[in-house]
Each structure stands twice: as C-alpha cells, then as structure tokens.
C-alpha cells in the first residue's frame, strides 16, 4: 500500500516539484510557436496537393473505366 500524504504536505511535494521547472523564455515560446504555424502550413499543402492528385486520380480511372465523372 501507498503511504497516505496530508494535503499540506503534497502542497508543500507540488511546489518544490515547481520550482524545479526550467520555463522557457518569451523568445523559446515565440520561436517554438512560429514553427508549429510553418509546420502546420506546410503539412497542410501537403495534404492538400496529395488529396487534389489522388481526386483527379481516380475520377480519370473511373471516367475512363465506365465513363463516370466525379
């Protein structure tokens, strides 16, 4: 079994576990954030370009299988 811990002291466990966090700095955010928004955009060509090839894709096999047009 676990030992039980008052609330007091897991406070006390919670705030010695925080101050030993490095934070980052307002110039890590902002760098950090700028490369999810590039990252997310180029993924987002990405997905775009390979969805607009494989539509063409097969609505060319279906047109030309059974003359279908999507």
Do not use: C, H
Request: proline share 3%.
């Amino acid at each position: 079994m676990m030992a039980k811990t008052s609330p007091l002291e897991f406070l006390q466990q919670v705030s010695a576990e925080t101050a030993k966090v490095v934070w980052p700095t307002r110039r890590e955010t902002g760098i950090t954030t700028l490369m999810v928004v590039i990252f997310a955009f180029v993924a987002s060509i990405f997905f775009f370009l390979v969805d607009f090839i494989i539509r063409n894709g097969v609505s060319a096999l279906l047109s030309y299988i059974g003359g279908v047009s999507i």
